[in-house]
Nanobody
Framework: QVQLVESGGGLVQPGGSLRLSCAASGITFSLYAMSWYRQAPGKQRELVAGIIRGDSANYADSVKGRFTLSRDNAKNTVYLQMDSLKPEDTAVYYC???????????WGQGTQVTVSS
């Protein structure tokens, strides 16, 4: 059974930092591209950042220079370091695993990030 378990969300003041983690099980982690998406109230889910293997990560323009995506294949975990957080970063953040061989993907349950003073 495939599971993606996110953690690390919470309430933080503007300018603060959070690190999200997504631990995967039930998949051959190295064969999956890993991404973080987010969805704010009343908005569509959007891609925040993605990484294929150990390649360079890609970022949405809105988070470039503030967020850093990394993966640890030995721990089956992907991380999203979020710095200089802004109120507009407030959303539910979802981890996504996309299989590189055939079309298949999985989602985590989401973790709430709230940036507010």
């Amino acid at each position: 059974q495939v599971q993606l378990v996110e953690s690390g969300g919470g309430l933080v003041q503007p300018g603060g930092s959070l690190r999200l983690s997504c631990a995967a099980s039930g998949i051959t982690f190295s064969l999956y591209a890993m991404s973080w998406y987010r969805q704010a109230p009343g908005k569509q889910r959007e891609l925040v950042a993605g990484i294929i293997r150990g390649d360079s990560a890609n970022y949405a323009d809105s988070v470039k220079g503030r967020f850093t995506l990394s993966r640890d294949n030995a721990k089956n975990t992907v991380y999203l370091q979020m710095d200089s957080l802004k109120p507009e970063d407030t959303a539910v953040y979802y981890c996504n695993a996309r299989y590189l061989i055939v079309p298949a993907e999985y989602w985590g349950q989401g973790t709430q990030v709230t940036v507010s003073s």
